[in-house]
């Protein structure tokens, strides 16, 4: 029995120093709280499917009494917000790839006529099909709105209008044409910034680096020599994951291969700044992991990976502008599946070359100074 009871004994002193060494170091108790709240926060606010707001565009060519009560439902329902007014059929792609609109609504000039003689009136939606996801579910919206004013308004046993639904640059609305191409980035982040941030600190906990720090190298070359292979790595697994998806899931690429590349090369240079800037702070390679961690599913949450960045809290959405994540992914969604080219996508790269020149250069004096 006194066996025992010193065996627990001792199992209880060494939980105690453990809990009072965890709780006692400030940095640790950080890991412990904030983490949890701000990932808490960022999946309340944003993963959800859920629409609370569909900006789009009309192109009325009936102006009728029909059209305007139609319309007037869309925009008194709270959710669709009326950004564009069209004046012809021209306008609707650069309503769509412009981004302003999720959605355009094209009335026919002989929906009154239809409509006043008991025929089907059609009308088209006319979504961005690179996120099918947003796509349907704004598409339902309509549908439910219309339905909605055929049984109140017209008082007809059947439902007169009849939505034709478009999706421009994802016609069947597939989700893996959407979702693989944006893992181009995502799979970067992951590995780039791991590789970038445990280089400094694997070396730091074996003290190489502070006999690197002490050699001829200037701290701008080891920082050119410690961000390079992270960032041909990460190429090296963007071209391993573009060959699955154009060869085995048959999304073919419809831009420039060039363009592509150019922006996931911008993307990983940021990257990789953020990753040794982490490492040039942490004291050890746990702390690495935990500070990737912490950046990265913000970084994923607050890219419009999967849900639409307007539908995220006013706040968030300026959050989103430091991120290049959101940018990368925007990017690379128009030039796969749009075709976009270089003049069109240009001012994605604002954002990300910003980050870059201030987190390399952070990174750069961190060394210098031996921060830790």
């Not at 016609?171 to 791991?194: G, H």
Request: overall charge positive.
């Amino acid at each position: 029995m006194d066996t025992l009871h010193a065996f627990l004994y001792k199992i209880i002193c060494i939980i105690r120093k453990e809990f009072l060494a965890t709780v006692k170091d400030p940095k640790s108790r950080a890991i412990l709280i904030f983490p949890v709240l701000i990932q808490g926060l960022l999946f309340g606010y944003t993963a959800t499917y859920n629409l609370d707001s569909v900006p789009y565009a009309v192109l009325d060519q009936s102006h009728s009494k029909y059209s305007d009560e139609l319309l007037a439902r869309l925009d008194g329902s709270g959710i669709f917000q009326r950004v564009r007014t069209l004046a012809n059929a021209d306008s609707i792609s650069e309503a769509i790839d412009s981004g302003d609109a999720m959605l355009v609504i094209q009335i026919q000039p002989r929906f009154a006529n239809q409509l006043t003689a008991g025929e089907t009136a059609p009308i088209q939606v006319i979504t961005d099909g690179k996120n099918p996801m947003t796509s349907g579910i704004a598409s339902s919206y309509v549908s439910a709105i219309v339905s909605s004013y055929n049984i109140n308004q017209l008082h007809q046993g059947r439902q007169l209008i009849h939505i034709q639904t478009i999706a421009r640059y994802n016609p069947n609305l597939i989700t893996r044409w959407m979702f693989l191409p944006s893992l181009l980035p995502v799979l970067a982040l992951t590995q780039v910034l791991m590789l970038a941030g445990l280089s400094v600190a694997r070396e730091r906990e074996q003290g190489i680096f502070d006999q690197l720090l002490v050699t001829p190298l200037r701290p701008r070359e080891i920082l050119i020599g410690k961000a390079v292979p992270p960032i041909v790595i990460g190429l090296l697994q963007a071209t391993l994951m573009l060959c699955l998806i154009t060869f085995w899931f048959g999304i073919h690429l419809v831009g420039s291969l060039l363009t592509l590349y150019l922006t996931i090369l911008i993307f990983l240079i940021s990257c990789v700044g953020i990753g040794l800037s982490i490492s040039a702070v942490a004291k050890n390679m746990q702390q690495v992991m935990v500070y990737c961690f912490v950046f990265m599913l913000p970084m994923i949450l607050l890219s419009g990976l999967a849900t639409p960045i307007h539908n995220m809290p006013d706040v968030l959405q300026y959050v989103t502008y430091i991120n290049p994540m959101r940018f990368t992914i925007e990017a690379i969604r128009r030039i796969y599946l749009e075709g976009a080219g270089l003049a069109l996508i240009a001012y994605n790269y604002i954002p990300m070359l910003v980050v870059a020149s201030i987190t390399l250069p952070l990174a750069s004096w961190l060394f210098r100074h031996k921060l830790s």
